[in-house]
């Protein structure tokens, strides 16, 4: 009678060539969902297309001075928060920059906000390149005073 080889030896191959294919599968989706850029607020010519970009499609709830929605920090008869201003009155500066693009492109959605949270804060990832919303970004961070800019930049690379 001849002995029967165990199936293991035939599985095992292919259930690793199944993880490392998984494993590769995850490290390109993160590097895809990682945005590439940067905000500079010192560049005059993203700041200039970030401020075009801002009264286009943010000025009409962040306000023209950035100073958002009166009592942005109280409910409103909904259940929302009011727009939060982007100078230095509100919280913008305390992200860093891949939370506020991240915000900018796809919502106010997980992980920037808690599952189920609703806001009016709306994705424009469909309306805007990468590199649009790295100016607009430009172009509220050039509104904030070098002290601040530093710490937000040191926040920004902690992250």
């Known amino acids: 009678m001849a002995k029967a080889t165990p199936r293991r030896s035939s599985i ?6 199944a993880l490392v294919v998984l494993a590769l599968g995850g490290a390109l989706l993160v590097q895809w969902l990682t945005p590439t850029g940067s905000a500079n607020p010192q560049d005059r010519a993203q700041v200039a ?58 919502g106010l959605v997980p992980p920037h906000a808690p599952a189920g949270y609703e806001s009016d804060m709306p994705a424009f990832g469909a309306l805007l390149s990468d590199e649009q919303v790295w100016a607009v970004l430009a172009f509220i961070k050039s509104h904030w005073s070098p002290k601040i800019q530093a710490w937000q930049e040191d926040k920004t690379r902690q992250y």
């Open 12 to 17: 095992m191959p292919w259930l690793l060539s």
């Open 49 to 106: 297309a970030g401020q075009q970009l801002y009264g286009q499609y943010c000025v009409a709830c962040h306000q023209g001075r950035l100073q958002g929605q009166p009592d942005w920090q109280k409910r409103l008869p909904s259940g929302r928060l009011p727009a939060p201003p982007h100078d230095e009155s509100g919280h913008t500066w305390h992200h860093p920059d891949r939370v506020l693009f991240g915000i900018i492109r796809n």
